[in-house]
T-cell receptor, first 117, second 113 residues
Framework: AQTVTQSQPEMSVQEAETVTLSCTYD???????LFWYKQPPSRQMILVIR??????QNATENRFSVNFQKAAKSFSLKISDSQLGDTAMYFC??????????????FGTGTRLTIIP | DAGVIQSPRHEVTEMGQEVTLRCKPI?????LFWYRQTMMRGLELLIY????????DSGMPEDRFSAKMPNASFSTLKIQPSEPRDSAVYFC???????????FGDGTRLSIL
């Protein structure tokens, strides 16, 4: 079974700084998908970024980017120019490819990120 | 476009009562997921439907839990009888599949007294 590990339960950084959240996963599949979701205190689950494992290029969405290291099974999230609104729980998630027959998300335990004014 | 709609947003009830959670997926999405979030176990899949058919229900805790998807625009998760350990936030999510992201509803916070 796939597993996702987030080794940083909590992090805090000053506003405008850059922060990196780590995530590792375990799978025997070659093609799969990885996601970062953000859960602010409002408890909504908001998609931050998506990465396809067969793409070498790291995904980027504005201030959010990933460092995807397939061989190391590592998928870290970098937040640049952090803002107060980035304060939230961040979950890393793994999804099997469609031909696996099950597209459920397997989540890590989350990292609670606090941006300090 | 409307996102995934869940109701109720909050539910407080006494142990032994029947609880029904509802979900309307995004129109055109053919996969629907129910997840449960607790402090102890984090986010875990309860059941997954594809084209209204249950594909994976291995996460359903026990016979007290049941889920249905009678049509493409509606799903229910029922707990009968409810127990205090069922207290959690229950999320519904939908997607078009093919590796596309899942879109989540706002969740139902369930408290069983």
């Amino acid at each position: 079974a796939q597993t996702v590990t987030q080794s940083q339960p909590e992090m805090s950084v000053q506003e405008a700084e850059t922060v990196t959240l780590s995530c590792t996963y375990d799978t025997s599949e070659n093609n799969y998908y990885l996601f970062w979701y953000k859960q602010p205190p409002s408890r909504q689950m908001i998609l931050v970024i998506r990465q396809e494992a067969y793409k070498q290029q790291n995904a980027t969405e504005n201030r959010f980017s990933v460092n995807f290291q397939k061989a190391a099974k590592s998928f870290s999230l970098k937040i640049s120019d952090s803002q107060l609104g980035d304060t939230a729980m961040y979950f890393c998630a793994f999804m099997n490819p469609p031909n696996f027959g099950n597209e459920k998300l397997t989540f890590g335990t989350g990292t609670r990120l606090t941006i300090i004014p | 476009d409307a996102g995934v709609i869940q109701s109720p947003r909050h539910e407080v009830t006494e142990m032994g009562q029947e609880v029904t959670l509802r979900c309307k997926p995004i129109s055109g999405h053919n996969s629907l997921f129910w997840y449960r979030q607790t402090m102890m176990r984090g986010l875990e899949l309860l059941i997954y439907f594809n084209n209204n058919v249950p594909i994976d229900d291995s996460g359903m805790p026990e016979d007290r839990f049941s889920a249905k998807m009678p049509n493409a625009s509606f799903s229910t998760l029922k707990i009968q009888p409810s127990e205090p350990r069922d207290s959690a936030v229950y999320f519904c999510a939908s997607t078009t599949g093919g590796g596309q992201p899942q879109h989540f509803g706002d969740g139902t916070r369930l408290s069983i007294l």
